[in-house]
């Protein structure tokens, strides 16, 4: 009878490791003597780029979601429309690293347009004066090109984008990731350990299927040490565009975000309820604080936008008097 091995084969023992390069495992391994010579330890040269780059920016918040299609997207496209609307003093940017699924273009109105490069870097596209965007959307030749796209070359399209492009001084930059937490995720918190995140808002559809997969994001927010700003309740009720009745077409059977924040100790934002106008208005690239001012969905967010702003000013003046 053959042998039965006692011990787990070797594995590599990863780049950060005391033994890369002198594990049994990597012999062979074609990264053996770099990684022996210590040089993959060494501080990843993006993150000092990315802090000075991003040194002009005063708050980095990151909008993200434990799934796709709760309206992290337009969640995004609307809370950066309402941060620039509010203030016309006030700079706002998107930066869409939803590399496999680009939506920022769209719902923001600038799809097909180019981004174009000089001298100090990529200049993003202007949709108002004070809201600019720069996303994967514009750089790719067809929409599905990305998905293909592994770790590695996510990771460098991350890096370019958080330390090549040319915002100019801003208040906020809002960046819109991929559902759930993927190579996107690490890739933009370990680039942004120099310059520091502000916070996190986290998307969510009132039903516990979506409530379980955001317990996870929270859960990694709190792993890497990414602050919580708070949970938004998205599709929470629907309200009737003509009669004005409500129904709760998901329901909040676990009660809802506004219980999860309770038990998990994070701020319940706001709800915003599902209005099939919204639903258009986005996928036509329109502005809805414009095209329909009245929407309960609108007023939502504006409350919503008070709150982050609050919570954002209110870090800020902490961070000043601690220095
Ligand atoms: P995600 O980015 O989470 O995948 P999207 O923002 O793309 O989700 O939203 C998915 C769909 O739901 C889109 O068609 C969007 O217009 C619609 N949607 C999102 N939020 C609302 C809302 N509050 N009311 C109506 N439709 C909404």
Redesign the pocket.
């Known amino acids: 009878m053959a042998d039965v091995p006692t011990e787990a084969p070797e594995h590599c023992p990863g780049t950060q490791s005391d033994s890369a390069g002198k594990a049994s495992a990597c012999a062979g391994c074609p990264n053996q003597n770099i990684c022996a010579s210590g040089a993959t330890k060494a501080p990843d040269p993006g993150i000092a780029l990315v802090k000075e780059r991003l040194e002009c920016v005063k708050h980095k918040i990151l909008v993200l979601?434990g799934?796709?299609?709760?309206?992290?997207?337009?969640?995004?496209s609307l809370l950066s429309r309402t941060l620039a609307a509010d203030d016309p003093d006030r700079n706002v940017a998107v930066l869409d690293i939803?590399i496999c699924?680009p939506?920022q273009p769209r719902?923001l109105g600038v799809l097909g347009e180019q981004v174009h490069q000089s001298g100090s870097g990529w200049s993003p596209v202007y949709i108002e004066d004070n809201l600019s965007l720069m996303s994967i959307g514009f750089l790719l030749a067809s929409p599905s090109d990305a998905v293909i796209w592994r770790g590695p070359k996510k990771n460098g399209m991350i890096r370019q984008f958080l330390s090549e492009v040319d915002w100019g001084s801003l208040d906020y930059l809002i960046l819109?990731t991929p559902?759930g937490t993927s190579d996107e995720h690490l890739s933009a918190t370990t680039y942004l350990k120099g310059a520091g995140i502000t916070g996190a808002v986290v998307?969510t559809t009132p039903q516990e299927v979506a409530l379980l997969d955001v317990r996870k994001e929270i859960d990694f927010c709190r792993k890497v040490n990414i602050p919580i700003l708070g949970t938004i309740e998205?599709?929470s009720l629907f309200v009737c565009p003509k009669c004005k009745n409500t129904a709760e077409i998901f329901p909040a059977l676990t009660g809802g975000a506004r219980q999860m924040a309770k038990d998990l100790d994070i701020e319940f934002l706001g709800a915003?309820?599902?209005?099939?106008l919204?639903?258009?208005c986005?996928?036509e690239g329109k502005n809805p604080l414009t095209d329909m001012p009245e929407s309960p969905?609108v007023a939502a967010v504006k409350n919503i936008v008070s709150r982050i702003v609050e919570k954002c000013e209110k870090n800020e003046r902490n961070i000043s008097s601690a220095e």
């Open positions: 979601s799934k796709g299609g709760v309206g992290k997207s337009t969640m995004t939803d699924g939506s719902v819109d559902p998307i998205n599709m915003v309820p599902l209005d099939p919204l639903a258009r986005c996928d969905a």
